[in-house]
C-alpha cells in the first residue's frame, strides 16, 4: 500500500509539474527622465503583472534623475507589487542618477551592469530658489526617506544617506561591495541565471525564484504614453509653445483663416500640459511674450529694425529663462533656441517687408487709384465734356482742348468731376 500510494504521488506530482505554467517574466525599458508620464506607464504595467500573477518585472533602467512626486509614486507601486520587482541598471554606460538610484533601492532585487553608477541623490528645487533653512528640511526629508527604504530592503542605510546629504555616486563594483546592490550581471540571460533559486522574502512569505524556461515579454508604450512622453521634453514643450503663440496671433490677425488658430491653439494646450512637469519659469514666459509683442509691432510702426532687434533679444533672454533647473535634461538644447529665434525672426522679418513693399506700391483704389488712368474722350472738351474711363462715364475738364476720341490721362479728381490731359 506504501509503495502504490508513493506511486501515485510521483505520477500527480509529475503531472502538476508537466502541466504547470511556466513562469512570466514582464521586461519595462525605462530610458528616460523619471516623470508623472514614465510613473503611470510603470504602475499600468505593474498592475497588469498583479491581474495575470505574472512571476516577475524586470525593470530595465538608465535615467539622469526626475520628479520627486513621480519617483514616490514609482517606489510606492513597487512596494505594493505582489510579483517581484527588479531593477537592473543596464547595459553599460547607464546610470541611475538622483531619483533613478531611489527607485533602485527599493526594487525587491537591485543589479547593476559593469560599467554603470548609481547615486547623486541630493535634492534639488525645480524653477525657484530656495532658503537655506526650506533647503535643510528638503536634505533631511530625502535622507530620511532613503534610510527607510533601505532598511526595509536589507541595504546598506549610511551609503543610501550619503547618496542624499554628500551626493556621493558608487560604480556597479562599489555599490556591491558597500552592499548597496545585491548583484552584477553581465546582460539580461546572466541576470536571470543569477536570479534562479534565489530566495526572497514577499509579502511576509519566503518566494523561491524558479525561472528556468520562463518566457519574456516586453512592455511597451502606447500610442497615447509615446505622445506624452515626448511632450515632456523640454525642447518639444519649447517648440509648441512657440507655435501655439505664433498661429493664435496669426489667427487673430486674420479672422476666418482657421487652420492658424486650430493648430496655435492644440499646440499652447500641449505646451501647458508639459509645462506641469517641467520647471517653468514665468519671466522666461514673458521675456517671450514680449519678443513676440515687439516683432508684431514692427510691422505697424517704423523703427528701422529696432523693435526687431529688441525682440529677437527678449526671445533669446526668455529662452534661457524659461526652464530654469541645474539639472541638464530640464534646459533647453541651444540648438534648439537658435533655430527658434532664426526662424521665427525670419518669418517676422519676410512679414515687415512684405508690409513695406505693399505700402510703398501706388493705390489702386479708390479716388487716389483713378490717377494716372487712361481713358478716351467721349465728346470734345473745351474746357469740359465726357470721358470713358476704367469702365464709367465720368464729367471731366482740361486746360486745353480735346477733340472726340482722343485718347487722355487722369491728372487729378476734382469732387465729382475729373481733370484730364490729352495724350500724345
Not at 202 to 208: D, I, M
Not at 219 to 240: G, Q
Request: with cysteine; charged share 20%.
Amino acid at each position: 500500500m506504501r509503495l502504490r500510494l508513493l506511486i501515485i504521488l510521483t505520477l500527480l506530482l509529475w503531472s502538476a509539474l508537466a502541466f504547470a505554467e511556466p513562469a512570466t517574466i514582464r521586461v519595462v525599458d525605462l530610458q528616460d527622465p523619471i516623470t508623472p508620464v514614465t510613473a503611470r506607464f510603470l504602475q499600468r504595467n505593474l498592475d497588469e503583472a498583479a491581474r495575470q500573477a505574472e512571476t516577475l518585472v524586470l525593470i530595465e533602467l538608465d535615467t539622469p534623475g526626475g520628479l520627486d512626486t513621480a519617483m514616490r509614486e514609482i517606489v510606492k507601486e513597487i512596494f505594493a507589487s505582489p510579483a517581484v520587482v527588479v531593477v537592473y541598471v543596464a547595459p553599460s554606460g547607464a546610470r541611475a542618477a538622483s531619483a533613478g538610484a531611489i527607485i533602485c533601492l527599493s526594487a525587491d532585487v537591485c543589479a547593476m551592469a559593469p560599467g554603470t553608477n548609481i547615486g547623486a541623490a541630493h535634492p534639488v528645487t525645480l524653477g525657484e530658489k530656495v532658503d537655506s533653512t526650506m533647503e535643510a528640511k528638503m536634505v533631511n526629508d530625502a535622507e530620511a526617506y532613503v534610510e527607510s527604504i533601505s532598511r526595509q530592503r536589507g541595504r546598506d542605510a549610511t551609503l543610501a544617506r550619503q547618496m542624499v546629504r554628500d551626493s556621493l555616486s558608487l560604480s556597479a563594483d562599489k555599490a556591491l561591495e558597500g552592499k548597496v546592490i545585491d548583484l552584477i550581471a553581465r546582460d539580461r540571460a546572466d541576470l536571470l541565471q543569477q536570479l534562479e533559486g534565489r530566495t526572497l522574502l514577499k509579502g511576509g512569505r519566503e518566494l523561491v525564484l524558479q525561472l528556468q524556461g520562463a518566457q519574456v515579454t516586453a512592455a511597451e508604450m502606447t500610442k497615447v504614453e509615446r505622445i506624452r512622453n515626448a511632450i515632456s521634453n523640454p525642447n518639444v514643450a519649447y517648440v509648441l509653445m512657440m507655435l501655439g503663440m505664433l498661429g493664435i496671433f496669426f489667427e487673430l490677425s486674420n479672422p476666418g483663416v482657421i487652420l492658424p488658430g486650430v493648430i496655435g491653439t492644440i499646440s499652447l494646450l500641449l505646451a501647458l500640459f508639459a509645462f506641469q512637469t517641467l520647471p517653468v519659469n514665468y519671466a522666461g514666459v514673458l521675456l517671450i511674450l514680449l519678443a513676440l509683442v515687439l516683432l508684431i509691432a514692427e510691422i505697424n510702426v517704423v523703427s528701422y529694425g529696432m523693435l526687431t532687434v529688441g525682440g529677437l533679444v527678449a526671445m533669446v533672454l526668455g529662452s534661457l529663462l524659461l526652464f530654469d533647473s541645474p539639472e541638464p535634461w530640464l534646459r533647453l538644447s541651444w540648438k534648439v533656441i537658435l533655430m527658434t529665434v532664426l526662424v521665427a525672426a525670419g518669418f517676422f522679418v519676410l512679414i515687415v517687408r512684405k508690409a513695406v513693399t505693399a505700402q510703398r506700391r501706388p493705390q489702386t483704389t479708390g479716388r487716389e487709384g483713378l490717377i494716372g488712368e487712361e481713358g478716351t474722350a467721349l465728346s470734345s472738351i473745351d474746357p469740359e465734356g465726357k470721358v470713358f474711363i476704367h469702365g464709367e462715364y465720368w464729367d471731366a475738364h482740361s486746360d486745353a482742348a480735346i477733340a472726340a476720341g482722343d485718347r487722355v490721362m487722369i491728372e487729378a479728381v476734382e469732387g465729382m468731376q475729373l481733370k484730364v490731359r490729352k495724350i500724345s
